[in-house]
């Protein structure tokens, strides 16, 4: 399958613990990516690889990964983490990249 | 620090073609290990990939939209393309170049990355 699932939307509340969830056959053989976009603004990288945070992103998000599942996890969420989240990755035959169908992320 | 920046109509009549043109600053394209990608994201959705090119010209497209698709690169200008023929209203969206990066992991898995993204353009499509 070329298709990366998400939950449509999930809500924590301020300071509290999310997981955000990303499901594919390909996440078997590749790493998930994960971006943050927030409305009229383009994506933002958040977590690549096992564990990876680029420069700037606070170390209160993190990644992992079991199986056919990635997960974002934001521990001591914030207002502004409030924004829709992908994950990203390789289809099965490694040539095409694929969008997740987007979580958002309403910080209550 | 690489900045990329989308450029191009931001009005196109059904049944033309869709232009747009990246250009990359902060990095050369033809110093090779990305790839560029195009991505567009249609109003209130998720995002799309429409395909990448490597600097040595090599290409990959979104099997859905294969046949309507060319992306070239130009690396004495440091910039990539993206034709979109035939549109209509459904290509209506925000385009986005972006560079993907490549990790390979300890256990040698393959770690992909889209490291930097431009501002996004929106095309309409509409007469």
């Known amino acids: 399958s070329s298709e990366l699932t998400q939950d449509p939307a999930v809500s924590v509340a301020l300071g509290q613990t999310v997981r955000i969830t990303c499901q594919g056959d390909s996440l078997r053989s590749y790493y998930a990516s994960w971006y943050q976009q927030k409305p009229g603004q383009a994506p933002v990288l958040v977590i690549y690889g096992k564990n990876n945070r680029p420069s700037g992103i606070p170390d209160r998000f993190s990644g992992s990964s079991s199986g056919n599942t990635a997960s974002l996890t934001i521990t001591g969420a914030q207002a502004e983490d409030e924004a829709d989240y992908y994950c990203?990755?390789?289809?099965?035959?490694?040539?095409?990249?694929?969008f997740g169908t987007g979580t958002k992320v309403t910080v209550l | 620090q690489v900045q990329l920046q989308e450029s191009g109509p931001g009005l196109v009549k059904p049944s033309q073609t869709l232009s747009l043109t990246c250009t990359v600053s902060g990095g050369s394209i033809s110093s090779g290990g990305y790839y560029w990608s195009w991505i567009r994201q249609h109003p209130g959705k998720g995002l799309e990939w429409i395909g990448y090119?490597?600097?040595?010209?090599?290409?990959y497209y979104n099997p859905s939209l294969k046949s309507r698709v060319t992306i070239s690169v130009d690396t004495s200008k440091n910039q990539f393309s993206l034709k979109l023929s035939s549109v209509t209203a459904a290509d209506t969206a925000v385009y986005y170049c972006?560079?993907?990066?490549?990790?390979?992991?300890?256990?040698?898995?393959?770690?992909?990355?889209?490291?930097?993204w431009g501002q996004g353009t929106l095309v309409t499509v509409s007469s």
């Open positions: 990203n990755s390789r289809d099965s035959s490694g040539n095409h990249r694929v």
């Open positions: 090119i490597y600097y040595s010209g090599s290409t």
């Open positions: 972006a560079r993907e990066n490549i990790m390979i992991t300890f256990g040698g898995v393959i770690a992909p990355f889209f490291d930097y």
